[in-house]
């Protein structure tokens, strides 16, 4: 089970994920960030990954596509920050020429 609350501030839209980042709820995810990243009015996109009790490859996958899209994140769990950490590692490691 994944639940998706949005978050409204002045600088930012704020997606606040809970649960697991696991299919199907991958796909939800990616609509819904598709979905809060219109119409921002200069704000940053946020997804907040600190209520993740489970991220699979598919899900780390995922994050790792939104982060190159310029995503920003907000981790605060061990998992979270762990994941991200790795997935800022790996993005770098790639030649430019590969990064999507």
Do not use: Y
Not at 33 to 54: H, I, S
């Amino acid at each position: 089970m994944l639940k998706i609350s949005i978050r409204e501030a002045r600088d930012e839209r704020r997606l606040v994920l809970e649960g697991k980042l696991i299919a199907p709820w991958t796909a939800e995810v990616r609509a819904e960030c598709e979905k809060a990243g219109q119409n921002l009015a200069g704000r940053t996109l946020v997804l907040d990954l600190k209520n993740l009790t489970v991220i699979s490859e598919e899900g780390e996958n995922l994050l790792g596509a939104l982060m190159n899209e310029g995503v920003k994140f907000h981790g605060g769990g061990v998992l979270a920050n762990q994941i991200l950490r790795q997935l800022a590692k790996r993005d770098h490691a790639l030649p430019p020429e590969s990064k999507p």
